[in-house]
């Protein structure tokens, strides 16, 4: 099945990118722009119909899904359809069916299949994914929601800080109870609860599409949060309106035009960085492809001239040190003896192409200093092969 992965993975994002849109916004939807529907994640759809579009999805995974059985059974994947069927053999609102497609999904333990939040209907996406959100960024450390970045006016959310509770329900309780939802592939627990952090990396996070869902609340209820600022410091019990949607800064899922989303940078001398936010650039017109053969063939020039830097280093110190230098070093142009460090690294610098201040942002045609080993954001380094979830 994996030779085929390659050819029938674009045609089976196609067909589910679809499926839970048009299977969701099945049920009827009542009122208009001018007179919204009070809880419009309430909506009930019948289960005569939830049962066909769930027949209809498991047709599609069937014929189409190229690693349906890699890390579920034949048997498993009966049990989990049938177990979903008999969830909707009476009527489920919006929200319920959304979550029963959810959760079947992530079962599959296949990173590249979920309800997307970014195909869901108009309608759909009004109802179930434009919920208040927190006023704050987060990570999971050990089941630990730590605050990284802070939109609320507070002090005690300042980052750094961990929020112990939202209302009155532990976070540790709250992130349990949103793994089995999570994508990722196979048994990557880690990944299911990265998906889970709010780190403004799309219009849509996991996190603010699970959490209201999971956990119903009024929209117009604040947030009741418990919060220590710092490790060993008292609790402190905080209350904070949830933030539009809209309003907190996010970047945009798949970015478009042309702009490169990427950026090279240097922290500091000898370590690159490659940050890579996203890798959804189906709708950019920026080409990505040129950008890496151009950054790995500037990795490739600049080692070598590297090397040509290193053996004059060497014979700068033999000259120092009155020792002879090899013939192969002596023909070499390097900086004569008694220079100083800064006159003798300029001419480095011109000798061996130009060379970036820490922390400046690569061209988008190639990078000023390719490291000798570049590490991406996501821990993975240049040389080795990316993770397969992704």
């Not at 929020?163 to 949103?178: H, Q």
Request: hydrophobic share 40%; net charge positive; glycine share 8%.
């Amino acid at each position: 099945m994996r030779p085929w992965h390659g050819r029938a993975c674009g045609a089976w994002r196609s067909v589910w990118g679809g499926m839970v849109a048009a299977a969701l916004a099945a049920a009827p939807v009542t009122g208009t722009a001018s007179a919204p529907v009070p809880d419009p994640a309430g909506r009930v759809v019948p289960a005569a119909d939830l049962q066909s579009d769930l027949a209809l999805l498991r047709r599609a995974f069937e014929s189409l899904h190229p690693g349906l059985h890699r890390y579920r059974s034949p048997a498993e994947i009966d049990a989990a359809f049938a177990a979903l069927d008999r969830e909707f053999a009476r009527d489920r609102t919006l929200a319920e069916a959304y979550l029963g497609f959810a959760r079947l999904t992530a079962y599959l333990q296949c990173g590249h299949t979920y309800p997307n939040f970014y195909n869901q209907s108009p309608a759909v996406t009004a109802a179930l994914l434009e919920a208040p959100r927190l006023p704050f960024e987060f990570r999971w450390l050990e089941s630990r929601m730590v605050v990284t970045r802070s939109f609320a006016t507070t002090p005690a959310l300042r980052p750094g800080a961990e929020v112990l509770s939202i209302d009155g329900r532990p976070a540790g309780e709250i992130l349990a109870a949103l793994l089995p939802y999570s994508r990722a592939d196979g048994a990557n627990d880690a990944k299911r609860i990265s998906n889970l952090e709010v780190q403004g990396r799309g219009r849509y996070e996991a996190f603010d599409v699970y959490f209201p869902l999971r956990f119903p609340r009024p929209a117009s209820q604040p947030f009741e949060l418990v919060v220590r600022r710092s490790p060993g410091a008292a609790t402190e019990e905080v209350s904070v309106p949830g933030m539009a949607a809209a309003a907190r800064p996010a970047t945009e899922g798949a970015p478009r035009g042309a702009t490169n989303p990427w950026q090279y940078l240097e922290p500091e001398p000898g370590v690159g960085l490659l940050r890579m936010p996203t890798w959804a650039l189906y709708n950019s017109s920026w080409d990505w492809q040129g950008y890496l053969d151009g950054l790995c063939s500037a990795i490739s020039r600049i080692g070598a001239l590297a090397t040509s830097c290193s053996t004059c280093a060497r014979t700068r110190a033999a000259r120092t040190s009155g020792a002879p230098s090899s013939p192969t070093s002596s023909r070499r142009t390097c900086p004569p003896a008694g220079w100083s460090d800064a006159r003798a690294t300029a001419a480095s610098r011109r000798t061996c192409g130009p060379f970036s201040r820490p922390g400046t942002p690569a061209s988008t045609t190639g990078v000023r200093r390719p490291p000798s080993s570049a590490t991406t954001t996501s821990g993975w380094s240049a040389r080795a092969r990316p993770p397969r979830d992704r």
